[in-house]
Each structure stands twice: as C-alpha cells, then as structure tokens.
C-alpha cells in the first residue's frame, strides 16, 4: 500500500471510480502513514478524523450508486492551516487568533469539496505566514522529510512536507512571497501560483478580512502536474458578486509538445546568485528540454532593468502585507524611515518604507509595475515560458534565530541574506503572471530541487502544460528516502 500512498491524486480518484480501493481506506492508508511519520515531521497539525470517516463513507456510497463523479472523488486531501475549515481553527500561527474557529469554509475550501476531496486535516504555517520556514508558537516546527534538520519551506511547508513524505493526496497553500513554490522545491513536489485574481481567496484571511491582498493568491500543491490543473479548475472562476458578469476561459498551450515550444532561459541575475549545486541540477535539465526539440534562449529577456523590478516588489510585497503589522511595529518602522539613508537599499530599508509608504507613493510603484506588466505581455508574444529558479538553493538548515531579514544562507560557501533570494519570488508574483513548479531531479547534495515555469498573464496552463512534458519525458515526483 506505499506505492497507493504516493500517487496521484488523479490516479487515487480513478483507482476509487473503478473500486479498487474505497474512499474510507484510502482515508485510513493515510491516517496510518500520518501515524507513522507525522510526528518527526510535524506537518499536519489538526486532524478531524470523524468527520473525515464520515465524508469518506459518503463517498464510497456514492461510488456504489454508479453515478457522476467529481474529478477528485474520495481523494483524502489536507490544506494550509490560513485557509478557513468548519469546524478548524485559523490562526496563522498568532497566539492570539488560537481560538478562532472557522464558523464557515472558504471559497476555495467550499469548490475543493465539489470537486469531490475528503479534508481531513491541516498544515503547518509560520506566523503570520512571514517566512520561507513553517514553525510557530502554536503548533512548532515542521521539518524537512528529505533531511529533518532542513526547512521544508514557507509559508505552506506543512503542505509541502505531507505530500512529499505521502501522507496526503493532494493540499493548497497561498503565495505572496513564493509560500507555493517554495515548498514546492524544498520539497520535491509540484506547485502552481496561480495569475493574480484568478481564484478567488475569499476565506484564506484573518478574522473579518474580506479584500484580496495585493500580490497575494490561493493554489493547489500535489505530485503531479495533472493534479494542478484538475485543483485549478476545481479553484478557479469569479467570486459570487462576480459572477454574474463573467466567466473564466483561459487559453490552452500553444503547441502539444516540447517540439516548437518557445523557451526563455534565466538562471541568474544579478539580484539573487543562484548556488552552483542547484543551477547546475537546473541546467541538466534545460539541456534535456533543448535536445527534445524545444526552442530555448538563455539571453532572452523582457525589457525590464531586474534590480528595478525587483525593488518595486519589495516595496509593494511589504505595502501589501503591512495591514496585518501591530501598530506598535508599524510606529518602529516609521522611526526606522526617518532615521535611514533615503538611498540605503537594504531589504530593511525597503521594508520599512514598503510598511509606512502614503497611497501617493503606492500609486506611483502600481503605475511602475504597469509598465512592468506591458514588458512582459511583449516577450511573451515571442515566447511560450520562462525557466527560472526558485530560490537561490536547495532546502537550508532550520535557523529561527533573530528577525527574518537578519538571517543568511550558505550559497556558493558565502554568507547570503536569505531576502536576496525574494527576487525569483518577486520576478513574476509583483506582476501578477503565473508560476509553476516541477520537481527537475536530485541535487548533488542528495536534496530536490525544482525549476520555476513562468508564463504570461492567464497562461497558467501553459505552465502546468510544460509542468507535465517534464513529468512524462525526465521523471517527476520522487518519493525521500524512508518513506
């Protein structure tokens, strides 16, 4: 039953259609397995098992009616603790918010369930989901399954490290600051950021919020590509106030297979230097794509200055997530500014100004970004995709000494801030384009590592497209060692 455990949540839904496995003992498989590894990894950390029983007996009684299935029928599935769930609680990993338990599920939480998925358990976040390592005073640590003592990434790390160690089917995380991809890679599975507004958040806030933040969006990980698209689907379309006067219809891939696709190059830039044990794993991989018929360039590049983007991002990044900051940290911030060199362009400058910036300045960074977008939309006419890392290494040793922006990380031996590296975060998500992540093999330090597929604005199955041609022709998901 390991095998069972580790496949796709597409495969998982067929195997119950054809009742070769039950809804409910798939459900248990995975109970055993969160039994079994759960508590080294600490990755789920809320279960409903009654409910989820309950669910998943439903299911099988439906399978036995012989009637139309949704496309996830009875796949056991967890989700990020940020996402509302009946009867769980929300807090974001805030003491404060301990007690708050959803009264109703999200949007996304709400069409999951339509789509057939048995929830029956959530992941772990770290506060205020403000990291790229999941831990937090409420639920701990969450650790790494390709190695414990590594991240498994953040902000949705418990999602990440569940799928990756097959103690779930399919899960969904959110991503301002790569909080998708990176887990994504850190971990070896896939992940989809969807483009900006494509699937409505509603219910994946704090308390009483119901506006989307700036940047921010909702989409599924899993262990396949396949699995992505069938969750976006199932995510994807106008809220219910919108509704009414539109629908969605995103365009497919332009060609089948990697024969004519059109493929852009980056792996590197100024911003964020990429380990060489990472990019070297990338570059195998491109060198495949290219010798499978696939037009590829490592020179071409919208017209965009990097370090210009890359600033805008930080800035806007820290405009969009400065409502959840206490009064108390937004009043140090505004001392910081006053005291700082106006040209200082360290990330804690820009966080800081980013955090206390008046709606003049705002609206000059939107209409920046504007020019950002308009960029891109040309280099994607000549251009399918773009292949990119998504971090600067593989997974890095847990460090939760000291703020966040104080930390470094090992990259080509030098101490490196762990912010430079919100550049591959920030290159696409400021400018609300797409971004898939596929598991490109193992690294030379024995740890996964995935390429970042990024597309044009509603091209998200273009990405997932290219997701699949590198499953189906080079391998995908790996299963850690142990597991």
Known sequence: MTETAFKSAVDLAAMIRRREIGAEELLDLYFARADMHNQALNAIIWQDRDKARETARAADSRTASSGDLPPLHGVPMTIKESYDLAGSPTTWGDPEFRNNIAATDSVPVARLKAAGVTFFGKTNVPLMLADWQSYNDIYGVTNNPWDLERTPGGSSGGSGAALAAGMTGIDAGSDIGSSIRNPAHYCGVFGHKPSWGLCPP????????????????????????????????????????????????????????????????????????????????????????????????????????????????????????????????????????????????????????????????????????????????????????????????????????????????????????????????????????????????????????GIQIVGPYLGDRTCIHTARLIERHFGGFQAPPGY
């Open 202 to 449: 509603r219910g994946h806030a704090l308390p009483g919020v119901l506006s989307q933040a700036d940047i921010s969006v909702v989409g599924p990980l899993a262990r396949s590509a396949d699995d992505l698209e069938i969750a976006l689907d199932a995510m994807a379309g106008p809220d219910e106030m919108d509704a009414p006067g539109y629908r969605l219809a995103l365009p497919g891939p332009r060609v089948p297979g990697f024969g004519g696709l059109r493929v852009a190059v980056m792996l590197d830039s100024e911003p964020s230097k990429i380990d060489t044990v990472y990019g070297d794993l990338l570059q195998l991989l491109v060198d495949k794509i290219a010798a499978a018929g696939a037009v590829v360039s490592d020179t071409a590049r919208p017209e965009i200055d990097m370090t210009t983007l890359h600033e805008n991002y930080i800035l806007l990044l820290r405009a969009a997530t400065s409502a959840r900051q206490p009064d108390a940290v937004l009043r140090e911030h505004e001392e910081a500014v006053q005291r700082l060199d106006p040209d200082d362009p360290s990330y804690y400058a820009r966080m800081a100004r980013g955090n206390t910036m008046r709606h003049r300045e705002w609206l000059a960074l939107r209409e920046q970004r504007e020019h950002f977008r308009w960029a891109w939309h040309r280099f994607f006419r000549d251009w399918d995709v773009l292949l990119c890392p998504v971090a600067a290494s593989t997974a890095f040793p847990h460090d939760h000494e000291g703020e966040r922006y104080e930390r470094t990380i090992q990259v080509n031996n030098r101490d490196t801030p762990t912010t430079d590296q919100l550049f591959w975060a920030g290159l696409n998500g400021v400018c609300h384009l797409p971004g898939t992540v596929a598991p490109a093999g193992i690294a030379r330090d024995g740890l996964p590592g």
